[in-house]
């Protein structure tokens, strides 16, 4: 077996109504003055200001930073250093999606060691201690505020810069299955799918361990239950608290596991056809899983015992079994599920497995992925 460091970096707080605690959470930790950072889509559902009344009522100065969209870039995280710089904060609240809790991450590198995001590819690149910051997450997915990791797209090449470090720990991560509820439909099926995918990436990397496994095995189960739930019934509290802390566990998955081909095939979708992430894995996945088959068919098996859903298999099968379980949840979520009819043209299949043959991750899947490995993939999915 793998041997493994783990340290919680993160005091995590899950339950509806949490967010009414942040001021008090806050302050505990020496916050002050605080520059909150959330997309423009927060202020206007109002959850910007559900957290900023508790801020307020514990006596914390707060300023907004908003100018930044969906995979923020160099351009953004640039633009919230400029605003940050003159205010004298003492710390950053993340509130949202992974935009906003990457953005705060980008913005915390830079006002904090200088220089620009590229300096910080990589894992440990910052030299001085970042400022404390509080994530909260609004949609369940990326499980962002488990994770070291900035994901930051590079304004010149496109490409997503995966920027970590472990000071870029949130000390706090707030989980508040209430604020999930005003996700939109499509961000609901495409977030939890980016979830499903952590969990289903994580479990079979090179990089597992006991300790990975433990969480993808958890998120799975957690989450095989309950994205139809919540998509049949939006205002299941209860599926929503399950999503939510599904899509935790898949964080802390791929901080201890890292991710595998899904999401090396996924950018490039993203880079040349804006493909949302979530929709990107949904097409990709079940091709991924069929191409792995023959390395981690058995491992597959032990997932598709998690989920709630009985598939009819016999040994052998499994890999095919979880696929289709895969697909039925994609289409659940209104997903498409053939690169084809997403508008992929199939004379850049090519072009994209280059670009996916030479994405980090693409190294921890546990079948050796490459070029050819890429275009198997794209084709099989396309
Ligand atoms: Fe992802």
Same mark, same amino acid.
């Given at each position: %077996?793998?041997?493994? =460091?783990?340290?919680?970096?993160?005091?995590?707080?899950?339950?509806?109504?949490?967010?009414?605690?942040?001021?008090?959470?806050?302050?505990?930790?020496?916050?002050?003055?605080?520059?909150?950072?959330?997309?423009?889509? /927060?202020?206007?559902?109002?959850?910007? =200001?559900?957290?900023?009344?508790?801020?307020?009522?514990?006596?914390?100065?707060?300023?907004?930073?908003?100018?930044?969209?969906?995979?923020?870039?160099?351009?953004?995280?640039?633009?919230?250093?400029?605003?940050?710089?003159?205010?004298?904060?003492?710390?950053?609240?993340?509130?949202? $999606?992974?935009?906003?809790?990457?953005?705060?991450?980008?913005?915390?590198?830079?006002?904090?060691?200088?220089?620009?995001?590229?300096?910080? @590819? $990589?894992?440990?690149?910052?030299?001085?201690?970042?400022?404390? %910051?509080?994530?909260?997450?609004?949609?369940?997915?990326?499980?962002?505020?488990?994770?070291?990791?900035?994901?930051?797209?590079?304004?010149?090449?496109?490409?997503?810069?995966?920027?970590?470090?472990?000071?870029?720990?949130?000390?706090?991560?707030? /989980?508040?299955? @209430?604020?999930?509820?005003?996700?939109?439909?499509?961000?609901?099926?495409?977030?939890?799918? =980016?979830?499903?995918? #952590?969990?289903?990436?994580?479990?079979?990397?090179?990089?597992?361990?006991?300790?990975?496994?433990?969480?993808?095995?958890?998120?799975?189960?957690? /989450?095989?239950?309950?994205?139809?739930?919540?998509?049949?019934?939006?205002?299941?509290?209860?599926?929503?608290?399950? %999503?939510?802390? $599904?899509?935790?566990?898949?964080?802390?998955?791929?901080?201890?596991?890292?991710?595998?081909?899904?999401?090396?095939?996924?950018?490039?979708?993203?880079? #040349?056809?804006?493909?949302?992430?979530?929709?990107?894995?949904?097409?990709?996945?079940?091709?991924?899983?069929?191409?792995?088959? &023959?390395?981690?068919?058995?491992?597959?098996?032990?997932? /598709?015992?998690?989920?709630?859903?009985?598939?009819? %298999?016999?040994?052998?099968? &499994?890999?095919?079994?979880?696929?289709?379980?895969?697909?039925?949840?994609?289409?659940?979520?209104?997903?498409?599920?053939?690169?084809?009819?997403?508008?992929?043209?199939?004379?850049?299949?090519?072009?994209?497995?280059?670009?996916? &043959?030479?994405?980090?991750?693409?190294?921890?899947?546990?079948?050796?992925?490459?070029?050819?490995?890429?275009?198997?993939?794209?084709?099989?999915?396309?």
């Amino acid at each position: %077996m793998q041997p493994f =460091d783990f340290h919680t970096r993160t005091r995590v707080i899950f339950g509806a109504g949490a967010i009414q605690r942040l001021g008090e959470l806050s302050y505990e930790l020496g916050i002050r003055r605080t520059l909150l950072v959330a997309d423009r889509g /927060l202020v206007a559902s109002g959850h910007v =200001d559900e957290a900023l009344l508790p801020l307020q009522r514990a006596g914390i100065e707060v300023a907004g930073f908003h100018d930044f969209e969906v995979n923020p870039d160099t351009k953004m995280v640039e633009a919230g250093r400029s605003f940050a710089a003159p205010l004298q904060i003492d710390s950053i609240i993340g509130l949202g $999606g992974g935009s906003s809790l990457d953005c705060a991450k980008g913005i915390n590198f830079l006002l904090t060691n200088g220089g620009e995001m590229r300096d910080y @590819l $990589g894992y440990g690149k910052a030299s001085r201690p970042l400022l404390p %910051m509080v994530a909260i997450p609004t949609t369940a997915g990326t499980g962002s505020e488990a994770q070291t990791y900035a994901l930051i797209s590079d304004v010149e090449s496109h490409k997503k810069m995966a920027c970590g470090d472990e000071k870029a720990a949130f000390r706090i991560a707030l /989980l508040d299955p @209430l604020l999930t509820l005003s996700q939109p439909r499509v961000v609901t099926a495409t977030s939890g799918f =980016d979830a499903i995918a #952590h969990a289903v990436e994580t479990f079979v990397t090179t990089r597992r361990n006991g300790l990975s496994e433990f969480f993808s095995r958890e998120a799975w189960r957690l /989450l095989d239950a309950s994205y139809e739930r919540v998509l049949a019934r939006p205002d299941d509290l209860e599926a929503r608290g399950a %999503m939510l802390l $599904g899509s935790y566990f898949g964080g802390l998955a791929i901080e201890n596991s890292m991710l595998g081909a899904t999401h090396a095939c996924a950018n490039p979708l993203t880079t #040349h056809y804006q493909t949302v992430h979530g929709a990107a894995l949904a097409m990709l996945l079940p091709s991924v899983v069929r191409w792995n088959a &023959s390395v981690v068919g058995e491992r597959y098996g032990q997932l /598709l015992k998690l989920s709630s859903v009985n598939e009819e %298999m016999s040994t052998g099968e &499994s890999a095919e079994a979880l696929a289709r379980r895969l697909e039925t949840l994609a289409a659940a979520g209104g997903l498409n599920n053939r690169l084809s009819s997403a508008g992929v043209q199939q004379s850049d299949l090519n072009m994209l497995a280059e670009e996916a &043959s030479q994405q980090w991750t693409g190294q921890f899947n546990p079948r050796p992925f490459d070029l050819a490995g890429a275009l198997e993939v794209y084709e099989r999915a396309y």
